[in-house]
């Protein structure tokens, strides 16, 4: 059986934008914004232009949990 790799993207297995540390969302947003950019803003082609659609959602979100006041534990 094969083995995942040890690189991936931080949170992206969970479906929990709480389950992610502040270091662990930054880090996403600086991975998404970096695919953006290398894909430029619309996209070459459908697959592209769908995954800009989605980047920006997941950005989107991204950024709101991370300007949200953190709930006392």
Do not use: W
């Not at 992206?12 to 803003?41: A, I, P, V």
């Not at 920006?56 to 991370?66: A, G, K, N």
């Amino acid at each position: 059986m094969q083995q995942m790799p040890e690189h991936r993207i931080p949170g992206t297995f969970t479906n929990n934008l709480h389950d992610l540390t502040t270091e662990q969302l930054k880090e996403l947003t600086d991975y998404l914004e970096q695919r953006l950019s290398s894909m430029g803003t619309d996209g070459d082609c459908a697959y592209e232009r769908a995954l800009t659609r989605v980047y920006h959602q997941l950005l989107d979100r991204l950024r709101e949990h991370l300007d949200a006041p953190k709930a006392s534990a």
